[in-house]
């Protein structure tokens, strides 16, 4: 079963670990989204969606610092 996980990226390009971590593809992009928009840290410069099993990155979502 995959395991899809939000992460941050920050401004130097480190992808932080997974903050979110769910089943559902569609659950793990709405909260990206909320979470690109609603970011107050300004070292963080994109949210990721990952699909943790594959290693690959789904979707990404740039923050309002980026």
């Known amino acids: 079963m995959a395991k899809y996980g939000v992460r941050f990226e920050t401004a130097d390009g480190t992808l932080e670990d ?3 971590v769910t089943t ?3 659950e ?3 909260a990206a989204k909320i979470a690109a928009k ?3 840290c300004t070292d963080v410069v ?3 969606v990952d ?3 594959a290693e ?3 979707a990404s979502f740039a923050t309002r610092f980026a």
């Open 24 to 26: 559902r593809k569609a």
């Open 18 to 20: 997974a903050f979110h």
């Open 51 to 53: 699909d943790l099993c």
């Open 28 to 30: 793990a992009v709405r």
């Open 38 to 40: 609603t970011t107050v």
């Open 46 to 48: 994109r949210v990721w």
């Open 56 to 58: 690959l990155g789904i």
